[in-house]
């Protein structure tokens, strides 16, 4: 008789408060055969309850958006829970970013 494995795909939440960035980071992540964007969300406190809720892998996420940024997100997160991963980026090399804006 035959053994089948079933490769478990890693489990990613997209949370960056520009639709255009998330799209961009989604696209070439949905043509992975082992990664599944699982949810999207806009802010950090959304990001950690879509996170939490759905017990994501990874958590790729923007350090300045409204309502609650990433590092704050990230703390929420907790260190012995899932996601695993959190990446956390930064837009200071965007057009137009002085980079004199508080976190």
């Known amino acids: 008789m035959a053994m089948t494995t079933t490769t478990r795909r890693t489990r990613i939440v997209l949370v ?13 992540l949905d043509e992975q055969p082992d990664l599944e964007v699982t949810g999207e969300a806009a802010d950090g406190a959304a990001g950690v309850e879509i996170a939490l809720e759905r017990h994501d892998d990874v ?8 309502v609650l940024d990433g590092i704050e997100a990230t703390r929420r997160l907790g260190v012995d829970s899932r996601p695993q991963a959190v990446v956390l980026a ?11 804006d508080p976190l």
């Open 90 to 100: 930064d837009e200071s090399g965007r057009p137009g970013h002085t980079g004199d």
């Open 59 to 66: 958590v790729p996420m923007d350090l300045r958006m409204p």
């Open 16 to 28: 960056e408060d520009h639709a255009l960035v998330r799209s961009g980071f989604k696209a070439p």
